[in-house]
């Protein structure tokens, strides 16, 4: 896990770019996941050295690797046991896997979680369904998840 500051920069570019994309359709929080997700992408491109890309499929390429880059809000540092996941419906996605990311932006402070691979994804998580039980919460799409803990470091560019 690599803890990185959110600069001024990356908040007003994320700001600029989600008010250009405003909601989605299949947006489960009417856009306002936007701003947290570009921060997320900003911080695994500054991170890597990769390549961001506008795509629906994927956010980042890293040499030959399309990333698709998943960023949770947070208000605390997270932890190993925490869940990372893919929407099953975004598994359609052209991505050879997933870099997972957290944010604070009260706090400024990001997290590059790691990395996986989407056949991984498939063999080493597990599916939940929709409305099934998340600890004190439930799921509110049916995803694949898996743990901080079970995740391979983040591929760099060369």
């Not at 099953?88 to 870099?99: I, R, S």
Request: a negative charge.
């Amino acid at each position: 896990m690599i803890e990185l500051k959110i600069s001024e920069i990356d908040i007003i570019v994320a700001q600029q770019r989600s008010d250009l994309m405003g909601a989605l359709a299949s947006s489960r929080t009417n856009g306002k996941g936007n701003l947290a997700g570009f921060v997320g992408e900003a911080l695994t491109e500054r991170h890597t050295s990769g390549r961001l890309v506008e795509s629906f499929d994927y956010d980042i390429e890293i040499g030959d690797l399309k990333i698709d880059v998943k960023t949770k809000s947070c208000s605390s540092a997270p932890k190993g046991h925490y869940l990372c996941s893919v929407m099953n419906y975004q598994l359609k996605n052209e991505c050879d896997g997933y870099v997972f990311a957290r944010v604070n932006l009260t706090a400024r402070d990001g997290w590059l979680l790691g990395y996986i691979t989407k056949a991984d994804l498939l063999e080493k998580g597990f599916f939940a369904k929709k409305g099934s039980p998340d600890g004190n919460f439930s799921f509110t799409e049916d995803c694949w998840n898996v743990q901080i803990s079970d995740l391979d470091d983040i591929p760099l560019s060369e």
